[in-house]
């Protein structure tokens, strides 16, 4: 067992921030990864996709609008304890709703890895 706390705060190749995770690099994980991330406000990600993986998001905090598909054309809004299933390699976008609060949500993945692809076509 190993306790992961909140860590200092990260941003990822993907536009949001990050904090803390469990990972294969902070716990050895091998099969899963989980991590607390927040879009702050006004922002969005950049588009990206994970690649080998099936991932989840949990909103905690705030309202965020998920764009997805091969043109982006297709988006949802979550909101606080919403669920999100996300497949392999589907290409999306987060942006955050609020110009004045973040949104905060938590992310699950059966990859012990962040395994995050940016598509810079998509933008």
């Known amino acids: ?72 054309e297709e988006e949802v809004v979550l909101e606080p304890r919403d669920l999100l299933y996300v497949p392999p390699r589907e290409t999306h976008v987060l942006e955050n709703l609020s110009d004045t609060e973040p949104a905060e949500y938590v992310v699950a993945r059966d990859s012990p890895t962040e395994d995050s692809v940016e598509v810079p076509w998509a933008g």
């Open 1 to 72: 067992m190993k306790v992961v706390k909140p860590g200092p705060d990260r941003e990822t190749p993907r536009g949001v921030v990050g904090g803390s995770e469990v990972s294969q690099a902070t716990t050895g994980a091998s099969n899963i990864y989980a991590g607390v991330f927040r879009v702050p406000p006004g922002a969005r990600s950049r588009p990206h996709y994970h690649e080998d993986c099936e991932s989840i998001c949990y909103m905690l905090s705030g309202r965020m609008k998920i764009r997805w598909g091969d043109h982006l």
